[in-house]
């Protein structure tokens, strides 16, 4: 290696020495972890573009089996395709994992520990804010299944009326 590379690989080594010391093994790995993820993100960013335009879009005009012929109609879109409310299950579900959430942690911090009111607040405002998006989380994933089990019964019994007529 030239010498320039071990003055990188020095320089290198010592801000890591350095970032250690100031955020301790824990920030660091916090921010190597970080850096990671940038560099696989743009990895594959690039890879994506890469193969996008290598890609021949072509496929009449390269493969003689394929007629030129007219192209399917698409299917018109489901309800899962389109972009739509979640209804009115997601909002109130928010609302009461909100509520017991915030109740709970602020009830467990003024019993369970010795903190002061404003801290039994604060842990309680902390707590609604998780329990929300656990209420919105469980809401939305219910709704989403309900949908999709509608959606596979309804074009399940549509296609066993079509092969019977």
């Known amino acids: 290696m030239r010498p320039v590379t071990y003055s990188w690989l020095a320089v290198v080594l010592g801000v890591a020495c350095a970032a250690i010391g100031w955020l301790g093994i824990a920030g660091w790995m916090a921010v190597a972890v970080l850096a990671a993820s940038v560099a696989v993100h743009v990895a594959g960013n690039a890879l994506g573009t890469k193969l996008r335009d290598a890609t021949d879009r072509d496929l009449a005009r390269t493969s003689p089996r394929h007629s030129p012929g007219p192209l399917p109609q698409p299917a018109p879109p489901t309800r899962l395709q389109r972009r739509s409310s979640l209804g009115s299950l997601v909002p109130v579900s928010a609302t009461i994992g909100g509520a017991c959430g915030g109740i709970a942690g602020g009830t467990a911090l003024l019993w369970l520990t010795s903190s002061s009111v404003a801290g039994a607040v604060l842990g309680g405002v902390s707590s609604a804010v998780i ?20 959606e596979a019964i309804a074009a399940e019994r549509g296609s066993a009326a079509e092969h019977r007529g």
């Open 131 to 150: 329990g929300g998006l656990i209420g919105f989380l469980g809401a939305s994933f219910v709704e989403i299944v309900r949908t999709s089990l509608r």
